[in-house]
């Protein structure tokens, strides 16, 4: 069973190798990496949200072995979202990243479902969003994940695609991945 739960120190190495393994299977895929949240999940660890209640680094694991690991931060950028949807109570999914050598696993798609649910438990979040830089990462979101294309802007000189999806309770999604984080889990 897989199991999703807030990153702790001795994480470090293995975020920080995946993410590493990551980017160089993007290269080599001709598609460049957003380098930019390639850190952030190891830059986290340990960090709360600002209640002081919620972690923001999470991963996923199998066995003990780090799988994947993500951030879900209370505020979204800026930029691209417009007011109305910056007002709406939401989670903004980021610094995503996934060991390559367990994709047929498919750990971005549990955790980017485990962030939904998780979500909709938290109480009071509407939204779950997210940005791609990569077109065939917002048409794999999209058309595979079943998250919407809100729009596109252009940041930095690419094409930046916000994306989201309704916070909802998945049924019988904790079978599949258990989430030995408490909604107020403590990151030790």
Not at 12 to 31: Q, S, V
Not at 77 to 100: C, F, I, K, N, V
Not at 123 to 130: A, E, F, H, S
């Amino acid at each position: 069973m897989y199991e999703m739960r807030p990153a702790v120190d001795r994480d470090h190495e293995a975020i920080t190798g995946l993410i590493a393994a990551r980017n160089r299977w993007f290269e080599d895929r001709g598609i460049v990496p957003n380098v930019a949240d390639g850190s952030l999940a190891a830059t986290l660890i340990g960090d709360r949200a600002e209640d002081g209640r919620r972690p923001l680094a999470w991963v996923l694991c199998e066995d003990g072995q780090v799988l994947g690991c993500t951030v879900l931060l209370s505020d979204i950028q800026a930029w691209g979202w417009t007011d109305q949807q910056r007002a709406e109570p939401s989670l903004l999914m980021l610094g995503t990243y996934t060991d390559p050598a367990h994709r047929h696993d498919k750990p971005g798609r549990l955790m980017a479902w485990w962030s939904v649910d998780y979500a909709a438990r938290l109480g009071g979040v509407r939204w779950v969003r997210r940005v791609t830089f990569a077109d065939r990462l917002m048409r794999y979101y999209r058309d595979q994940q079943k998250w919407n294309l809100v729009d596109t802007v252009i940041r930095d000189g690419r094409h930046a695609y916000l994306m989201q999806r309704r916070a909802e309770r998945l049924k019988n999604f904790e079978s599949l991945v258990a989430d030995s984080g408490s909604l107020t889990a403590s990151a030790s």
